[in-house]
């Protein structure tokens, strides 16, 4: 299984650009784990926040395949803790799914769009933080779940 990581724009802030670096080299070790950057959509400015969602929306629909499993990092999704997330990790890698793609969306969320063709939505606080911070806690979390599952001594419960 493939899983990639959809995000809005580059990765700006050096701290969590380290970070993320960090981490997706640790999960190489586990899985073909890749980030996919979506461009910001231009002239945002004279758009409203809807408009701005349905062409972000436009624009992560037409990175996806027709196969993938689709999972919005939503702050209505559902919660989990780091490990309910591994067992879901689990169960997801053997119903053979050939990739799974985790999206961030912009700053006002998902568009109606988008929101349809999801498969499912995890929320990773009911805080509000950042967009670039969210990948980071993302790959975290990711990491931490294939060390759950391996029984490596990273997570303590």
């Known amino acids: 299984m493939k899983i990639t ?18 981490y997706v080299k640790r999960l190489q070790h586990y899985v073909q784990f890749n980030i996919q950057y979506i461009g910001d959509v231009k002239g945002t400015r ?3 926040e809807a408009q ?5 929306g436009k624009q992560l629909l037409a ?3 027709s196969s993938d499993h689709v999972v ?3 702050e209505h999704g559902t919660e989990r803790t780091s490990m309910d997330f591994s067992g879901w990790l689990q169960r997801r890698m053997a119903s053979g799914s050939k990739r799974v793609v ?26 509000t933080f950042p ?3 969210v990948r980071l806690v993302f790959v975290e979390q990711l990491y931490r779940a294939f060390t759950i599952l391996r029984h490596e001594p990273y997570h303590h419960e």
């Open 5 to 22: 990581l959809a995000v809005i724009g580059k990765t700006e802030v050096g701290f969590v650009r380290q970070g993320i670096e960090e």
């Open 46 to 48: 004279n758009m409203s």
């Open 52 to 56: 701005q969602k349905v062409a972000e």
């Open 63 to 65: 990175a996806l395949e």
């Open 72 to 74: 919005l990092l939503d």
């Open 102 to 127: 985790f999206v961030v969306g912009g700053p006002y969320g998902f568009s109606p769009e988008v929101y349809d063709r999801a498969n499912e939505k995890i929320s990773l606080s009911k805080m």
């Open 131 to 133: 967009h670039e911070l």
